[in-house]
T-cell receptor, first 114, second 115 residues
Framework: DAGVIQSPRHEVTEMGQEVTLRCKPI?????LFWYRQTMMRGLELLIY????????DSGMPEDRFSAKMPNASFSTLKIQPSEPRDSAVYFC????????????FGNGTRLTVT | AQTVTQSQPEMSVQEAETVTLSCTYD???????LFWYKQPPSRQMILVIR??????QNATENRFSVNFQKAAKSFSLKISDSQLGDAAMYFC????????????FGKGTLLTVNP
């Protein structure tokens, strides 16, 4: 079990640039979550998918953020255009889709927008 | 809406001693699940322990145990025989039953273990 794999681990970009974060969930897990972690706001759920379908995107901050899950083994979170306030650690997590199952987190992507 | 509150931003404990981290939550649901996660400086999120709300017995995992008080909506984490490797940020989290699997987190408690 390789765990949830996120890439890149670190991303530094300039304001206005497009940023794409990638996630490979654990094989067999049918729920996938994107969280953002900042000092001020803690861990916030941005969006989650069940069986590749977005179920709850109420946490997506604005239209600059978009997420896709084209198949069961891959998801992306895109920010276009990026802004300095988007600087944070972005976590992807997956779960088997049973309500008592914990989330398994990737190691996160630290995004810095200058 | 569900909320999770961790009232202790920071805690410290001496190695080999016991420490309790507090968590309270607010939900009108009767079916839910509670979790404690640990985040060391490596920033990896690690599951420590989980509790089903319908179970009266408090969950235990080795040196980690919870005190689950459903009526008071309280879910504290006790760490016994604290070790240096326990130093981390600890997050309490709540998930409803049903088909919505999202997890709501508290703001975290930073635990320092003193040698």
């Amino acid at each position: 079990d390789a765990g949830v794999i996120q890439s890149p681990r670190h991303e530094v970009t300039e304001m206005g640039q497009e940023v794409t974060l990638r996630c490979k969930p654990i094989s067999g897990h049918n729920s996938l979550f994107w969280y953002r972690q900042t000092m001020m706001r803690g861990l916030e759920l941005l969006i989650y998918f069940n069986n590749n379908v977005p179920i709850d995107d109420s946490g997506m901050p604005e239209d600059r953020f978009s997420a896709k899950m084209p198949n069961a083994s891959f998801s992306t979170l895109k920010i276009q255009p990026s802004e300095p306030r988007d600087s944070a650690v972005y976590f992807c997590a997956s779960s088997p889709g049973r309500v008592n199952s914990p989330l398994h987190f990737g190691n996160g992507t630290r995004l810095t927008v200058t | 809406a569900q909320t999770v509150t961790q009232s202790q931003p920071e805690m410290s404990v001496q190695e080999a001693e016991t420490v309790t981290l507090s968590c309270t939550y607010d939900t009108s649901e009767s079916d839910y699940y509670l979790f404690w996660y640990k985040q060391p400086p490596s920033r990896q999120m690690i599951l420590v322990i989980r509790q089903e709300a319908y179970k009266q017995q408090n969950a235990t995992e080795n040196r980690f145990s919870v005190n689950f008080q459903k009526a008071a909506k309280s879910f504290s984490l006790k760490i016994s025989d604290s070790q240096l490797g326990d130093a981390a940020m600890y997050f309490c989290a709540l998930r409803f039953g049903g088909s919505n699997y999202k997890l709501t987190f508290g703001k975290g408690t930073l635990l320092t273990v003193n040698p």
